[in-house]
């Protein structure tokens, strides 16, 4: 009993505080967005949210007095458990918007597992990371990627293209954390970016300029773009050939360029291959929304027009008309910041980033004080789950962010992922509370 009484006392309750903030905030726009101009509600969504909270807390309130060493030796059954669950659901799931990723329950309830994925990932991964500090930084970076990859691949296969993007950032937090070499962190983060500008440049010359310039050809044309596959990976290998050969630093970085390179053109070929219709025109849209102003493009101008009209008071609770017109789509959802910019205005927005900053801020604080590198690998990853949806969500309701149907945690409505917010904060809490332990 003393020992749990130390355990709340030694808890970090602005976590706490920040977490029913961000719920109580989302709760009411999610209530506003069930209105319509005539002052009807036509969207019991707002009850729904709270029983999520209410059950979500208490959640939270178990998770935070368990000792996290104890769900350590279980991650692995956790991680595999909810790796089955995932793959059933992409054959006997339900498809809502696109993506074959939900599990119907209680009538109108569901639950989206890849969401519960998320921290069963980071729970096996620190484990993974925390138990291998002997081993090589390669053969570390391997393991990790495949116990990432895993859950990725399935969940792209129920065309869930935004909740499978999410592991990357889990990915890099954790290793970078982990102190693994950082020329692989680097290798990662500059293949993602060079395969997403390979895979948009394509789409913006053909669909949106004019005249097509006279080279982009080569990065999606078959047999062209195999034509530079090939011909990287003949400089790729003879690099490799005169690093081993003369151990010339130079050779080294040609190598590692070229290898860049040929894994961004592979990938981008795989993505043009895979990508959806509808995902493709979400990328077009977000290179330039009037391209498609009442199609694909009008979600995003909605929103840009509901954050403008806001300025910088709002136009004040329950008194938004984007919303209450019902031109916003998805507005409780993936466009909430939307709502809470244009009733609350630019007050109201700088309180979300203002309450998401301070959230960062003690989880990094909580990362340099804990003792157990398990316990910091899981902070990290969960960081990078935070981080990665207040990222995109609210960059895409600004206009600069593709559209991917990534909620905005805490805040958008949705069960699955109040709960996994919920649980990822109890997480925190409950680590804060037994930081000093070695």
């Not at 989302?26 to 999520?52: D, F, M, P, R």
């Not at 669950?85 to 498809?95: E, P």
């Not at 399935?154 to 693994?180: E, H, K, N, W």
């Not at 590198?373 to 962010?401: C, D, E, V």
Request: aromatic fraction near 16%.
């Amino acid at each position: 009993m003393n020992s749990l009484k130390k355990a709340i006392a030694e808890m970090d309750f602005a976590i706490l505080g920040i977490a029913l903030a961000l719920t109580v905030f989302g709760t009411l726009s999610i209530y506003s967005s069930g209105l319509t101009a005539e002052g009807v509600h036509v969207s019991n969504e707002y009850i729904k949210q709270i029983v999520w909270a209410i059950s979500g807390l208490a959640l939270l309130a178990i998770v935070s007095l368990l000792d996290y060493q104890r769900v350590k030796d279980y991650s692995l059954v956790i991680y595999a458990f909810f790796a089955l669950v995932i793959l059933y659901v992409r054959f006997f799931g339900h498809t809502v918007n696109g993506a074959k990723s939900w599990i119907g329950l209680f009538g109108d309830y569901g639950i989206q597992p890849s969401e519960f994925m998320k921290l069963a990932t980071i729970l096996f991964l620190a484990h993974y990371l925390s138990e291998s500090e002997h081993q090589s930084s390669f053969r570390r970076l391997v393991v990790s990627f495949g116990i990432v990859l895993l859950p990725i691949l399935i969940i792209v296969s129920q065309s869930d293209m935004g909740t499978a993007l999410v592991f990357f950032p889990i990915f890099i937090f954790m290793i970078y954390i982990a102190g693994l070499d950082r020329r692989y962190i680097i290798f990662i983060i500059a293949a993602i970016a060079a395969t997403s500008i390979i895979t948009i440049l394509p789409l913006w010359e053909k669909y949106i300029l004019n005249s097509p310039t006279r080279f982009l050809f080569v990065l999606y044309q078959a047999p062209y773009v195999y034509y530079l596959i090939i011909a990287t990976s003949v400089v790729m290998g003879l690099s490799i050939w005169g690093w081993i050969s003369y151990k010339k630093k130079y050779y080294f970085w040609i190598a590692y360029a070229a290898l860049i390179a040929v894994g961004s053109l592979i990938a981008s070929v795989a993505a043009h291959k895979a990508l959806k219709e509808y995902q493709i025109m979400r990328l077009i849209v977000f290179l330039d929304p009037s391209s498609d102003p009442r199609g694909s493009g009008w979600n995003i101008l909605q929103s840009i027009t509901a954050i403008g009209s806001g300025g910088f008071l709002g136009k004040g609770f329950l008194q938004g008309t984007q919303s209450h017109y019902r031109y916003l789509p998805q507005q409780s959802t993936d466009f909430i910041f939307s709502i809470i910019a244009e009733e609350w205005g630019f007050i109201g927005g700088f309180a979300v980033f203002a309450l998401y900053y301070f959230l960062f801020r003690r989880c990094t604080g909580l990362m340099k004080t804990v003792k157990d590198s398990y316990a910091r690998y899981i902070i990290a990853g969960i960081l990078g789950m935070f981080f990665f949806h207040f990222m995109i969500n609210a960059g895409m309701a600004m206009g600069i962010m593709p559209v991917t149907g990534i909620p905005l945690f805490f805040l958008s409505y949705g069960g699955t992922s109040l709960w996994t917010a919920m649980i990822a904060a109890g997480l925190l809490l409950g680590i804060s509370a037994r930081r000093f332990r070695t």
